[in-house]
């Protein structure tokens, strides 16, 4: 059974920092693609972020390379968010989200199997 439970969003000053925490359990896969989403009220959801397991290669949405950073720590299991620079277009609810089976590193919405229930980042 596959558990994502996203942590660490908040109201933040734009230009400070966040880090968001995604805690895992039960993937079992030897590799695969995870990534953040976001979504903005009356906006469709968003990859921000990927990252592919096996390689460890990462990809981010033009709107936030070079200010955030997707990173994996295997020992915990945990999926992270640094969130650097913020602005006030990156407030929205953030979820962490797994694909098993990526034909690439995020794909689409859809591709994605697995959900965490999100977590608010405001920046105001």
């Known amino acids: 059974h596959v558990q994502l439970v996203e942590s660490g969003g908040g109201s933040v000053e734009p230009g400070g920092s966040l880090r968001l925490s995604c805690a895992t359990s039960g993937l079992a896969y030897s590799s695969y693609c995870m990534a953040w989403f976001r979504q903005a009220p009356g906006k469709e959801r968003e990859a921000v972020a990927g990252?592919?397991?096996?390689?460890?290669?990462?990809h981010y949405h033009t709107s936030v390379k070079g200010r955030f950073t997707i990173s994996m720590n295997d020992a915990e299991n945990t999926l992270y968010l640094q969130m650097n620079s913020v602005k006030l277009e990156d407030t929205a609810t953030y979820y962490c989200?797994?694909?098993?089976?990526?034909?690439?590193?995020?794909?689409?919405?859809?591709?994605?199997?697995?959900w965490g229930q999100g977590t608010q980042v405001t920046v105001s």
């Open positions: 990252i592919y397991t096996g390689r460890r290669s990462t």
């Open positions: 989200a797994v694909d098993h089976q990526p034909r690439t590193c995020p794909a689409d919405v859809s591709e994605f199997d697995y």
